[in-house]
C-alpha cells in the first residue's frame, strides 16, 4: 500500500480505515484491539492521537466502553474519506465497473468494507439491467487493479425492494446512484 510510506504506523492506517471508509461506524478499544490483533495500549495511543488531531471523537453515552467515530465536522473530513476509497479501490470500482455499466440505478457496498474492515473481498450490490458476462470481465480487470476481490449481487429494482431489508442499506455503503431522488430517499427510508 503506498499510504505506508505516508504513514508509518500500521495501527493508526487501520484506524483512519476502519472509520473513513464508512463515517458512520463506531467502535471501541477492546473490539478494534481484537479486530487488528493488537495490544490495547498500541490500539489506545493511535486513538488519541486521532482524537487530540480532531480526526476521531468519542461518541457520547456509550455506558463504561469508550466509543469512537470519525469527526464528520473536521475540514479534512472530505479529504481523508477521498484517500481512503483510493487507497482501497472503492474509486476504482465505481470507476472502473459501475460507470461503464450505463444502466446502473443503485450500487452499494456490503459486508465488510461497509462497516470499515478491509477483508480483501468486496461485497457490490448493483441494482439496474447489467450485462453480467461484461460485468465479470470488467470485474476481472478492477481486481487486478486494486488486489482486492470483488463480489457482485445484481438485481432487478423490484428484487432490491424485496431482499431490501435482508441487505440492510443503512449499513451499507452507498457509492452510486442515479439522480432520482426517489431512489435515495428509499434507500436512507430504510434505516
Not at 490495547?40 to 453515552?61: K, Q, W
Not at 472530505?78 to 484517500?83: D, V
Amino acid at each position: 500500500m503506498m499510504i505506508e510510506s505516508l504513514i508509518s504506523s500500521k495501527t493508526r492506517i487501520k484506524l483512519l480505515l476502519k472509520f473513513f471508509l464508512n463515517p458512520d461506524v463506531t467502535a471501541y478499544l477492546r473490539g478494534l484491539a481484537e479486530e487488528f490483533g493488537e495490544s490495547t495500549n498500541a490500539v489506545r495511543v493511535e486513538l488519541n492521537r486521532l482524537c487530540s488531531a480532531g480526526f476521531l471523537e468519542e461518541v457520547p453515552e456509550q455506558g463504561r466502553k469508550r466509543t469512537f467515530r470519525a469527526c464528520k465536522t473536521h475540514p479534512l473530513f472530505p479529504e481523508l474519506q477521498r484517500i481512503v476509497r483510493k487507497v482501497l479501490g472503492i474509486d476504482q470500482v465505481v470507476e472502473g465497473i459501475v460507470e461503464r455499466l450505463g444502466s446502473v440505478r443503485l450500487a452499494l457496498i456490503t459486508g465488510d468494507y461497509a462497516h470499515g474492515i478491509d477483508s480483501g473481498i468486496i461485497d457490490l450490490v448493483l441494482v439496474g439491467e447489467v450485462d453480467r458476462q461484461y460485468l465479470g470481465g470488467l470485474i476481472e480487470i478492477v481486481e487486478g487493479m486494486i488486489a482486492r476481490k470483488i463480489r457482485a449481487l445484481v438485481l432487478t429494482p423490484e428484487e432490491y425492494e424485496t431482499l431490501r431489508g435482508t441487505l440492510c442499506p443503512e449499513e451499507s455503503l452507498f457509492v452510486w446512484g442515479e439522480r432520482d431522488e426517489m431512489l435515495r430517499e428509499q434507500v436512507r427510508d430504510a434505516g
